[in-house]
């Protein structure tokens, strides 16, 4: 398995204004990703977040909103621009290894 | 494109009794990967299990067990003896190995056992 974890766990942020989340495993993947899940709602894919090049965005999402660096096979960080309250949602991180893929606890951003 | 239905939304059960979660997916490729994660009110994704579409044994752990079945392109969740513990979001997942290993996900069920 893979140990996950990501800063902040939790964040009030005003409109406007940028955020960026981090995140950790605790040994070498080959993938990863960044999925946001919308109060009630279902995982969403926002992008892969690939070592050494740009990110490869899914379906309405772009990287001036999102901007994601992964500068080594452990480490991530997605960054939340120009917030807006409908940002609000939880942001998790997962790793691939081995056909399985785990996520991290999540960062969950209320945007006022 | 692939697609992962729960038709259930939520689902409300009393301790003890058995349930089953309905999960039916759709991809064209014949090489993938279904999941079942457990969102509990904390709100971390809890890996519960993977299975690949080369192998449709079904698979049994504690109280929980799989019902895998290519024909009807469904992969269900059965918990037997369900305790309130078990009160959590289930999401089952699909993952191609010829679309970079990302997850789509269903909608989600929620369960809530009642002591």
């Known amino acids: 398995s893979a140990v996950i974890s990501q800063k902040p766990s939790r964040d009030i942020c005003q409109r406007g204004t940028s955020l960026t989340i981090q995140c950790q495993v605790d040994?070498?993947?080959?993938?990863m990703f960044w999925y946001r899940q919308q109060p009630g709602q279902s995982l969403t894919l926002i992008a892969t977040?690939?070592?050494?090049?740009?990110?490869?965005?899914e379906s309405g999402f772009v990287i001036d909103k999102f901007p994601i660096s992964r500068p080594n096979l452990t480490f991530s960080t997605l960054t939340v621009s120009n917030m807006s309250p409908e940002d609000s949602s939880i942001y998790l991180c997962?790793?691939?290894?081995?056909?399985?893929?785990?996520f991290g606890p999540g960062t969950r951003l209320t945007v006022t | 494109a692939q697609k992962v239905t729960q038709a259930q939304t939520e689902i409300s059960v009393v301790e003890k009794e058995d349930v089953t979660l309905d999960c039916v997916y759709e991809?064209?490729?014949?090489?993938?990967?279904l999941f079942w994660y457990k969102q509990p009110p904390s709100g971390e994704l809890v890996f519960l299990i993977r299975?690949?579409?080369?192998?449709?044994q079904n698979e049994i752990s504690g109280r929980y067990s799989w019902n895998f079945q290519k024909s009807t392109s469904s992969f269900n969740f059965t918990i037997t003896a369900s305790q309130v513990v078990d009160s959590a979001v289930y999401f089952c997942?699909?993952?191609?190995?010829?679309?970079?290993?990302?997850?789509?996900f269903g909608g989600g069920t929620r369960l809530m056992v009642k002591p």
């Open positions: 299975r690949n579409s080369f192998d449709e």
């Open positions: 997962s790793a691939y290894r081995n056909y399985e893929q785990y």
């Open positions: 977040a690939n070592q050494g090049s740009e990110a490869t965005y």
């Open positions: 040994s070498q993947v080959t993938m």
């Open positions: 991809t064209r490729d014949t090489t993938y990967y």
């Open positions: 997942a699909l993952s191609l190995e010829n679309a970079g290993n990302m997850l789509t």
